[in-house]
C-alpha cells in the first residue's frame, strides 16, 4: 500500500478496491487463454465486502468447527462413564477377578461406534444429493440434533438408550461436517484452516470441559445439560455471524434444472454461473466419480491415519491403567482423551504455519504408534512407564492425527478445480469417518481377547 492509499480513509480505500474488482472481471471477461485452476488458487473465490466481515467469517467457521464436534468429542470423553455407570459393572461376566485389565462389561468402542457408523452413512450418500438441501436446513437439522443428543445422554439409565443419545451426536457431527466443508467453497480458501482449528478446538475444549466439570463435583448428567450452550452457539455462528455471499443458497431449494438461484456475481476467475450459461451446473455421476477416483491419494493415508488413532483410543485407552497413580481408571482415561485432543488442535492450527504435502508419512507413523501401544498392552509393560510418559505418547498421538486432517482438506483445497471444490471437499471428509469405523468394529473383539485373559 503506497503512502497515497494509506492516508485514505477507510470509505475511500474499499471504493478503490471495488474500482479494482471491476477492472478484474473486465480482464477475465476478455481472457480464454488459461483453462487450468492456478489462477484462481491465488485469489480468493468470493470477495468479501470489507476486511471486518472476512474476520467475521473466519471466527464463524472457527465457531462452526468448534460447535460442530462438541458432542462428538464429548460423548466419547464420556464413554467409559456412560458403560460403568450404568452397566454396574466392572468386569464381564465370564472374566475372574484375577484377569490383569480393568474392564468394563462393554467396551468402548461400542460407543465410538455410535458415534460414528450414523456419520458413515451420511458422508458416504450425502455427495450425491446433499447439494439439492439448502444450507440452513441442514444447519437447523444439525442444532437440534446435538441438543438432543445431550438430552437423551444426560436424563437415560440404560445403555442403550444413551447410545441412541450418542447417535443424534453422531448425526449432528457428519452432516455438519460435511455441510460446512462445503460451504468453505463459497468463501475465501483460507477458511478451511479457520474451520480446521475450530474442530481442534472442541476437542480440547470438549474434553477439558467434561474433565473440568466432573472434577469440579457436577454429575456426568449435569455436565452433559451444561452443554446444551453449545448449539445455541452454533446457531448464533451460523445465522448471525457468518455473512454468507448472495451465490449462497442458504434457504432456496433448487428449481426444476437443478440449479439454485444464485447472486449476480460469479466467482472471481471462475466459470460463467448457472443464470449466465443457461446451463446446469451440477456435476453428473461420473464426474462425480472420476473426482473420488483423483482424491484417493488424499483419502486412504487420510483413513489410515484414522483407523490406527482410534484403535488406540477406544480399543487400548482404557486397558492402559495405572494403578499406583493418584488418579482413578476413570479420571485417566478422561485424561487421556484431554491429553489427545491436546495434541490434535495444535496440529490442526498448524496449517498457516507449515504445510505437508505426503500425508502417507503421517499414516506409517500413527499405525507404528498402534502397534507399539498394542505390544504394550499385551505385555503389560506400559504400567512400568511413569504415567508422564504416557501422556506425552499420547500428545503425539494426537499431533499426527490433527495435521492429518488438516493438511489432508488444505491440498484438496489447494488443488481441486473451482466447479469441483464443494464436492471434494464434502466427499473427501468420508476418510476419517471410514478409517474410525473399522477401528471400531477391530477393538471390539480385541477388547474383550484382553479382558479374557486369565
Same mark, same amino acid.
Given at each position: ?30 481472457? =480464454? ?12 473465490? !468470493? ?5 471486518s ?12 468447527? /468448534? +460447535?460442530?464436534?462438541f458432542?462428538?468429542v ?10 460403568? =455407570? @450404568? =452397566? ?7 472374566? =475372574? ?34 447439494? #439439492? ?11 437440534i ?18 447410545? /441412541?443419545?450418542?447417535?443424534?451426536a ?18 475465501y ?22 474433565l ?21 452457539? $452454533? ?7 457468518? !455473512? ?24 472471481? /476467475?471462475?466459470?460463467?454461473?448457472? @443464470? ?15 473426482i ?6 488424499y ?14 483410543? @477406544? ?18 482415561? #478422561? +485424561? ?28 506409517v507413523?500413527q +499405525?507404528?504408534?498402534? !502397534?507399539? $501401544? ?5 505385555? %503389560?509393560?506400559?504400567?512400568? %512407564? ?5 501422556? $506425552? !505418547? ?31 471437499m464434502?466427499?473427501? +471428509? ?25
Amino acid at each position: 500500500m503506497n503512502a497515497e492509499t494509506a492516508c485514505l480513509p477507510e470509505a475511500a480505500v474499499f471504493a478503490k478496491l471495488d474500482v479494482l474488482d471491476e477492472v478484474l472481471w473486465m480482464i477475465m471477461d476478455d481472457s =480464454t487463454e488459461s483453462d487450468s485452476g492456478d489462477e484462481y488458487d491465488r485469489l480468493p473465490h !468470493i470477495l468479501p465486502a470489507s476486511t471486518s466481515s472476512h474476520w467475521r467469517n473466519r471466527a464463524a467457521f472457527w465457531l462452526l468447527g /468448534l +460447535c460442530n464436534n462438541f458432542a462428538y468429542v464429548v460423548m466419547l470423553s464420556a464413554a467409559h462413564d456412560i458403560l460403568h =455407570t @450404568q =452397566t454396574n459393572e466392572t468386569v464381564p461376566a465370564n472374566v =475372574t477377578n484375577s484377569s490383569p485389565y480393568d474392564c468394563n462389561k462393554i467396551s468402548t468402542a461400542a460407543v465410538l461406534l455410535a458415534d460414528i457408523l450414523p456419520t458413515l452413512v451420511i458422508k458416504f450418500t450425502a455427495p450425491f444429493y446433499i447439494e #439439492r438441501i439448502p444450507y440452513s436446513y441442514r444447519v437447523s437439522v444439525c442444532i437440534i440434533t446435538a441438543a438432543s443428543s445431550f438430552l437423551i445422554v444426560s436424563f437415560s439409565t440404560d445403555v442403550a438408550v444413551s447410545l /441412541l443419545g450418542v447417535v443424534f451426536a453422531s448425526v449432528s457431527s457428519g452432516l455438519g461436517e460435511i455441510t460446512f466443508l462445503s460451504l468453505t467453497a463459497f468463501f475465501y480458501s483460507d477458511v478451511v484452516a479457520f474451520w480446521s482449528s475450530g474442530t481442534g478446538g472442541a476437542g480440547i475444549f470438549g474434553a477439558l470441559s467434561y474433565l473440568g466439570l466432573t472434577l469440579a463435583g457436577l454429575s456426568p448428567r449435569n455436565s452433559l445439560l451444561v452443554m446444551l450452550i453449545i448449539p445455541g452457539l $452454533l446457531l448464533l455462528s451460523y445465522f448471525f455471524l457468518l !455473512i454468507p455471499p448472495d451465490s449462497l443458497p442458504r434457504w432456496t431449494f433448487p428449481n426444476r434444472s437443478g440449479s439454485s438461484l444464485v447472486g449476480s456475481r460469479r466467482p472471481l /476467475l471462475g466459470e460463467p454461473s448457472v @443464470q449466465e450459461t443457461g446451463e446446469d451446473s451440477h456435476l453428473t455421476v461420473l464426474q462425480k466419480l472420476q473426482i473420488v477416483k483423483s482424491l484417493l491419494k488424499y483419502m486412504i493415508p487420510l483413513s489410515l491415519v484414522y483407523f490406527a488413532e482410534y484403535f488406540i483410543n @477406544q480399543g487400548l485407552f482404557e486397558l492402559i491403567y495405572f494403578p499406583k497413580s493418584i488418579l482413578s481408571h476413570s479420571e485417566q482415561y #478422561r +485424561c487421556y482423551q484431554l491429553l489427545y485432543q491436546a495434541g490434535v488442535f495444535i496440529s490442526r492450527s498448524s496449517v498457516r504455519c507449515f504445510a505437508i504435502r505426503r500425508i502417507w508419512i503421517l499414516s506409517v507413523m500413527q +499405525c507404528g504408534l498402534a !502397534i507399539f $501401544l498394542l505390544f504394550g498392552v499385551y505385555f %503389560l509393560f506400559l504400567p512400568k %512407564l511413569t504415567l508422564p510418559v504416557m501422556f $506425552l !505418547i499420547i500428545i503425539f498421538e494426537g499431533l499426527l492425527g490433527g495435521a492429518a486432517y488438516v493438511n489432508t482438506f488444505n491440498n484438496i483445497a489447494e488443488k481441486s478445480k473451482p466447479e469441483e471444490k464443494e464436492f471434494a471437499m464434502a466427499a473427501a +471428509c468420508v476418510s476419517d469417518t471410514l478409517g474410525i469405523s473399522i477401528s471400531g468394529f477391530v477393538a471390539i473383539p480385541v477388547h474383550n481377547y484382553f479382558c479374557g485373559l486369565p
